[in-house]
């Protein structure tokens, strides 16, 4: 047998022997943040399920760029999505003309 799978084994015996004497980590919860608390404020739909909103979170503020969905009768924000801080929002669109350009060039 090799080293590899005999050390295994002992892990796994030794794993076992700790579970006896030491409770699992309890799980909690995270509290919902409620409507009321966040400082979102929606600057445009994009389409149907994204927006554009400006938030004050960790008090920093970002531009977030972000697709949403509906759960449970509640919009809620999805993974899919970006948070810009202000000064990447500068430098993003300080590019914009060079972004329009670009776009025009493939057009």
Same mark, same amino acid.
């Not at 579970?19 to 943040?33: G, I, L, M, Q």
């Given at each position: 047998?090799?080293?590899?799978? $005999? &050390? $295994?084994?002992?892990?796994?015996?030794? *794993?076992?022997?700790?579970?006896? /004497?030491? =409770?699992? =980590?309890?799980?909690?919860?995270?509290?919902?943040? *409620? +409507?009321?608390? +966040?400082?979102?404020?929606?600057?445009?739909?994009?389409? $149907?399920?994204?927006?554009?909103?400006? &938030?004050?979170?960790?008090?920093?503020?970002?531009?977030?760029?972000?697709?949403?969905?509906? $759960?449970?009768?509640? /919009?809620?924000?999805?993974?899919?999505?970006?948070?810009?801080?202000?000064?990447?929002?500068? /430098?993003? &669109?300080?590019? =914009?003309?060079?972004?329009?350009? =670009?776009?025009?060039?493939?057009?």
């Amino acid at each position: 047998m090799s080293w590899r799978g $005999k &050390r $295994k084994d002992e892990d796994v015996r030794a *794993s076992d022997d700790d579970s006896e /004497t030491h =409770a699992p =980590a309890k799980k909690v919860a995270k509290p919902a943040e *409620s +409507s009321e608390e +966040s400082d979102d404020i929606v600057v445009c739909n994009i389409s $149907k399920n994204r927006r554009v909103s400006v &938030r004050n979170w960790n008090g920093k503020i970002w531009i977030d760029i972000r697709e949403f969905y509906v $759960k449970d009768g509640k /919009t809620l924000p999805g993974k899919k999505g970006i948070s810009l801080s202000v000064d990447q929002w500068n /430098t993003l &669109r300080n590019h =914009a003309d060079g972004i329009d350009k =670009a776009l025009a060039d493939l057009s």
